[in-house]
Structure formats: structure tokens, C-alpha cells
């Protein structure tokens, strides 16, 4: 019997790559504008990045620009500042 290989994701936070399951990924959804959202599913469309599931790693991906960089596209802190309440619900 074959194991399967468990997929990994490097958050941009704190740069570990861990199990794909284990991170929230973020996503540019270029339908909707480029909105950015936060996809708990790991299936909606667009470009997406990964974080660890604590408020350090999005508070570092944030202050290094990590968020806007990794998903092409310019974020306003006015919805960084959304998805940070998100992920506190999240947490």
C-alpha cells in the first residue's frame, strides 16, 4: 500500500513550510477586483499565499509586505486591517 504525499505550503510569515492543511491561505480574487480574501476551503480561484494559523505570522507577513508581494497585487491597509479581524475570529 502507497502513502500518499502530503502537499506543503511555505507560510509567508515565518517562512516554515508545513502541511497545507495546517495554514489558511489568502487569496487575490480576480473575479471580484483583486479583493483579497481569506479562503479556510484552499479552493477558491486566484493567486493565493499561505500563513500559519497565528496572528504573528500575519502580523510579520504584514510588515514585511508579504501579503501584497506574494499575491501581486496592492493591498489597502484599510482591508489588511479586515482581514486581521477576520483572522482573529479564525484564531
Known amino acids: 500500500m ?6 506543503m ?3 509567508i ?3 516554515e513550510s508545513k502541511p497545507k492543511k495546517e495554514l489558511i491561505r489568502i487569496v487575490a480574487d480576480k473575479e471580484n477586483e483583486g479583493d483579497i480574501i481569506l479562503d479556510f476551503t484552499g479552493k477558491a480561484q486566484g493567486r493565493g499565499a499561505y500563513l500559519c494559523q497565528s496572528k504573528e505570522c500575519f502580523n510579520t507577513a ?5 501579503i501584497s508581494r506574494n499575491l501581486e497585487v496592492q493591498v489597502s ?15
Not at 502507497?2 to 502537499?7: A, Q, Y
Not at 491597509?77 to 484564531?91: C, N, P, S, V, W
Open 2 to 7: 502507497k502513502t500518499r504525499k502530503v502537499p
Open 9 to 11: 505550503r511555505r507560510c
Open 13 to 15: 510569515g515565518c517562512m
Open 62 to 66: 504584514r510588515k514585511r509586505k508579504a
Open 77 to 91: 491597509e484599510e482591508r489588511l486591517d479586515e482581514l486581521a479581524r477576520e483572522f482573529d475570529k479564525y484564531e
